[in-house]
């Protein structure tokens, strides 16, 4: 801290003091002396304006009884006065005496003039004139005594102030001392306060300080005992929190956070991550309980596959998932070793829950490097459960990682195009083959990307279905074709995938829509044959619900899946589009034309309407026709547009 | 033949009358006739409007008498400060108290100085003195040619009835006393 000047109370009280006086002294001062001055001339005026006054009563008698003698006599008395210079007296403005003292010339212009007329006694008529010239040494002198007594009192004022000023500064002198000796105090050290014993203010101040010492000095007492015990307190909790940050609760086993520790400390080594199959099941079945126990029995047998020397350190990640850190980097021949030795005797290993024996079995994901172990050896693992392997090692050339790459990037574009509103419907005509006009139109999904591109489904459906983005997107299509449908008097229709159909929220959201635009008599669902309808009991409930409404129901790519024929009435449903892969050689596949000829009549039979897919050229446009295929529809007879091309 | 005229009477007046001074005549004349307008009650004294200026003397000082009436018109030429004047002579003898008049100057006498002085105290009116010894006598008024002008007042006839000057008048007039 910077020592700063220390600006005197004491000064500045009297400085103030000082000050305030001076000024007001000097505005009192100034006043005085002009109210005075003037004073003091009218006073000199006054005594000159009283002589005339009163020996002209007398003049003007003598001058009315032609006493000129008596009236010389007048004048010379009044011109030994030391104050009168000059006496004129004058009849009609014709001077009758004049006497001039001898300071005459002298004091000429240091004097004042008074005149006064002269009336005869006992009447108002005029004599003449009686002028005095008064010499102002008089008032001079007053001024000068004046001025002196004025400087006399200015210089007794400031002795004053001085002795004020000393007084003042004595008094609080003491105020320094104490602040002097309180400079170096802190709560530790006991200093000794002046002027304690003082009967005054001063003293109640130090008194007051003192206390206020001994107070603090208590206080920090018991708050340096407090600190220690705090300090200590906290020292354990750190401790304890750390334990708790880096170990595992339930196998005592070091978790993820410490692996992350050691991966950023470790310059080379490997690492294996084990994941137990299906552990979810034993949770389920045995409940958590038995789980956990068979997590810590695993752990511990895990943890005696090892030892020290082996440099391997046991770690667990999560629920089912442990981690081997190899912190001294093996050759690779060791590192196969070892994982799959130990799957070979994880799955020897025999867990007992309430007499029933459990085996587990684990997958193993490897990394032979340290650069994005975790994120690499959890790509590994997941290859490896996909691909049913019990161990695989993670392989740099895989290109997973720019699989998966690309895959965030599709939901990227997806969610923007939701967001931007840029999933719209594409409108196919489907033709009657018989009268060659469009009956219907089929709505296909389309995005458009951010360079206005647009994409087919075949490029973002299954990153949709993967990202839970699907379903957004067939709200998307149901609302758009049915707004699009609403005044234009044509059939159309869109596809539904058997996992919309047991979505009640979209089928809620469907029959909400068909509500809304009144389009239920106009549209057709097509659902997929190829995916395999396994759920048969749900999706005819949903055809049920949709029929019942007016709507119409329509198998798509039939002829790709294992449908039977059984099912296909039990759904009841109204057009069969036969898959592409039947249609694309129909004119010269043989066994394709034979299975749709089954179809067709099977369905002729049934009352349902059939359409041929993937029409895309005459001579197959020609074939459908022959075998009659009630509706065509294919690139050959018309590409999907933005806009439906003419109403049916 | 002025001189002559003058003369002669002075001779006279040396065998049969009293001497008189020819200049005090004359400062007389021209002073006492103001010093009755410097009485703020004057008017109570006028007889008919005019100021009567009464001139008592002896037998034997008739032409004395005359010879101040002369001066006195004069100094005024019949107009007083604005109000018209006459002048009476009357003798010591023939004077009473039923006489009207605004003011005695009384030439000297022997005799009947102190009569004059109680008929003008009865009246209230100003009696001038030619000789200032008479002030003791009882008249109010006189005045003598010393270094300058002097104006002599019987201090006991001051606060008479019906008589008041002036205050500046008073100061400059020396006070005389009867004892």
């Known amino acids: 801290m910077k020592n700063k000047k220390i600006k005197s109370l004491s000064t500045k009280i009297v400085l103030s003091t000082g000050f305030i006086s001076f000024f007001a002294i000097i505005a009192i001062f100034t006043v005085f002396e002009k109210i005075n001055k003037e004073a003091f001339y009218k006073i000199e005026v006054e005594k000159a304006e009283l002589i005339v006054s009163t020996i002209e009563p007398l003049v003007s008698l003598n001058m009315y009884l032609g006493l000129d003698a008596e009236v010389e006599n007048i004048a010379l008395q009044l011109i030994q006065n030391p104050n009168v210079l000059a006496v004129e007296i004058f009849t009609d403005k014709k001077l009758i005496n004049q006497k001039k003292s001898l300071e005459y010339l002298d004091e000429i212009n240091d004097s004042f003039i008074v005149e006064r007329d002269i009336f005869k006694p006992n009447s108002s008529v005029h004599l003449g004139t009686i002028v005095l010239v008064y010499s102002s040494e008089n008032y001079n002198k007053l001024i000068d005594r004046y001025t002196t007594l004025i400087v006399i009192l200015l210089v007794i004022l400031a002795i004053v102030f001085f002795i004020f000023g000393a007084y003042v500064k004595k008094l609080l002198s003491p105020l320094k001392k104490i602040a002097k000796s309180l400079k170096n105090y802190s709560p530790k050290k006991k200093i000794k306060i002046p002027y304690i014993k003082q009967n005054n203010e001063i003293g109640l101040i130090s008194h007051a300080l003192n206390d206020m010492q001994k107070k603090i000095l208590e206080y920090s007492t018991k708050q340096q005992n407090i600190n220690q015990v705090l300090e200590k307190t906290v020292k354990e909790k750190t401790l304890e929190l750390r334990q708790q940050l880096y170990i595992d609760t339930l196998t005592g086993l070091p978790n993820r956070l410490s692996l992350l520790n050691d991966l950023s400390a470790v310059k080379d080594g490997a690492l294996l991550i084990i994941n137990i199959d299906d552990f979810k099941e034993i949770n389920d079945f045995y409940g958590h309980v038995a789980g956990d126990n068979i997590l810590k029995k695993f752990a511990n047998r895990l943890k005696g596959m090892f030892n020290d020397a082996d440099h391997i350190e046991l770690k667990r990640l999560s629920g089912d998932e442990f981690a081997l850190f190899f912190m001294h980097k093996p050759s690779l021949e060791e590192f196969m070793y070892i994982a799959n030795n130990l799957v070979y005797h994880v799955e020897k290993m025999v867990f007992f829950h309430e007499n029933n024996e459990l085996a587990i079995r684990v997958t193993v994901g490897g990394v032979f490097q340290l650069d994005g172990a975790l994120e690499k050896a959890d790509i590994a693992l997941k290859s490896a459960k996909k691909q049913h392997k019990s161990f695989l090692l993670y392989d740099e050339s895989s290109n997973i990682e720019e699989q998966y790459k690309e895959n965030m990037e599709w939901v990227k574009k997806l969610k923007k195009a939701i967001e931007t509103n840029n999933i719209i419907p594409y409108f196919q005509p489907i033709f009657d083959n018989q009268s060659d006009k469009i009956a219907s139109y089929e709505c296909l999904i389309r995005l458009i990307d951010s360079d206005q591109k647009v994409l087919s489904p075949g490029q973002f459906l299954t990153i949709a279905k993967k990202s839970r983005l699907y379903s957004k997107l067939t709200k998307l299509m149901v609302k758009k074709s049915c707004q699009y449908f609403e005044n234009i008097e044509c059939d159309f229709s869109i596809n539904m995938s058997v996992e919309d159909m047991l979505d009640p929220e979209i089928v809620e959201y469907i029959k909400y829509q068909l509500e809304k635009y009144n389009v239920s008599k106009k549209i057709i669902f097509e659902i997929l044959e190829s995916e395999g309808i396994e759920n048969y009991t749900e999706v005819s409930a949903f055809i049920k619900e949709m029929k019942a409404l007016g709507c119409r129901i329509a198998i798509d790519d039939f002829g790709s899946g294992y449908s039977n024929f059984e099912h296909l009435l039990q759904l009841n449903v109204d057009y069969i589009k036969i898959d592409g892969t039947l249609i694309k050689n129909l004119d010269t596949d043989r066994e394709a034309q034979i299975v749709v000829e089954t179809i067709v009549d099977f369905a002729k039979r049934l009352g349902i309407l059939t359409v041929a897919e993937f029409v895309h050229n005459t001579a197959i446009n020609e074939k459908v026709k022959e075998l009659f295929i009630d509706r065509s529809q294919g690139f050959y007879l018309a590409e999907p547009q933005e806009k439906a091309l003419i109403a049916c | ?179």
């Not at chain 2, 034997?60 to 007083?80: G, M, P, R, W």
């Not at chain 2, 009476?88 to 004059?116: P, R």
């Not at chain 2, 201090?155 to 006393?177: A, C, E, G, P, S």
């Open chain 2, 1 to 179: 033949m002025m001189k002559i005229v003058v003369t002669f009477f002075i001779f006279i007046t040396f065998v049969h009358g009293y001497t008189y001074n020819e200049v005090l005549l004359k400062a007389q004349a021209s002073i006492f006739p103001k010093i009755l307008l410097l009485d703020k009650k004057l008017k109570n004294k006028l007889v008919d409007g005019k100021v009567v200026y009464t001139i008592v003397y002896e037998k034997t000082d008739y032409l004395t008498a005359k010879e101040v009436a002369k001066y006195i018109n004069t100094e005024f030429a019949n107009s007083l400060e604005g109000f018209t004047y006459k002048i009476n002579l009357v003798e010591f003898s023939e004077l009473s108290a039923h006489i009207k008049t605004s003011a005695f100057y009384v030439l000297n006498s022997e005799e009947h100085i102190s009569n004059v002085a109680k008929i003008a105290k009865q009246m209230g009116v100003i009696s001038f003195a030619y000789d200032v010894s008479n002030l003791k006598n009882g008249l109010l008024l006189s005045l003598m040619l010393e270094k300058s002008t002097v104006l002599y007042l019987n201090k006991n006839n001051l606060y008479t009835h019906n008589i008041d000057f002036v205050n500046v008048f008073l100061q400059m007039v020396r006070f005389i006393d009867e004892s």
